[in-house]
Structures are given as C-alpha cells and as structure tokens.
C-alpha cells in the first residue's frame, strides 16, 4: 500500500519569506541570524517566466524558467536554463515591487541587481 507523501518542508517559515506584487514573486532565505543567504525574483509569473537567482556565496545569474520535462508518474519540475544579462527594464519592474516587503530586504535585492544590469 502506498504511503501518502509528506509537504514538510525542508526550510522552516522563518528561514524562507515569500512577497508577490502582480506578476513579480520575490523569495528570500535567511540564516540563523536573520541575514539573508539568498533570494529569487521570477518576474512574469505565469506568462513568461524568467528568474534573478542570488546566493551569498557569490552565485548570481539572470535566467529563463522552463517547464521541465515531463516524466510519467512524476509531477512536472520547472528547471532554470541558460545565463543571460539582466536587461534594465527588469530592475526597472522590481523598482515599483510593493508585495509588502520591507525596504530593508528591498534595496538589498535592488542593490544586487543594480550590480548586474546592462544600459
């Protein structure tokens, strides 16, 4: 007989914070000091999925979210392909994000994009 599946998560609430404003999905992780070790920002959820990954161990990239592969018997998994250049008009989106974030963790997000934007 087959076992239901758990949906615990392996990250607490308080490590992992989610903020949405539209089609924009802010989620942060933090450590046990409440410093953040990563984030990822998928802007056009739901129509044009693309992502903005940081991790403080120095991974950044910009990249375009896909639907995977599907596998029978296996839900679909969204992959992260490819690394491209986060174009001006992204940060310029995220500039207007509200979904209640608190500007502290906001111009932390903002100030890792400024560093990777093309003009």
């Known amino acids: 007989m087959l076992k239901p599946s ?8 308080d490590e992992r914070v989610r903020y949405v404003d539209g089609t924009t999905c802010l989620t942060i992780w933090y450590d046990e000091q409440e410093e953040i070790i990563a984030f990822e ?5 739901a129509i044009d999925e693309w ?3 940081y991790h403080r161990k120095g991974m950044t990239r910009y990249c375009k979210v896909d ?4 596998r029978f018997g ?3 998994k969204q992959i992260m392909t490819g690394t491209y250049i986060l174009p001006d008009s992204e940060l310029e989106k995220f500039s207007h994000f ?3 974030i608190p ?3 906001k111009n932390f997000v903002l ?3 400024k560093a990777r934007i093309v003009k």
């Not at 920002?41 to 959820?45: D, K, T, Y």
């Open 103 to 105: 500007l502290k963790e």
């Open 6 to 13: 758990s949906n615990t998560s392996l990250v607490s609430r």
């Open 98 to 100: 509200d979904g209640a």
């Open 111 to 113: 100030n890792i994009m």
């Open 51 to 53: 992502a903005f990954l």
């Open 74 to 76: 296996r839900p679909q």
């Open 41 to 45: 920002v998928i802007f056009g959820l």
């Open 67 to 70: 639907d995977g592969e599907n």
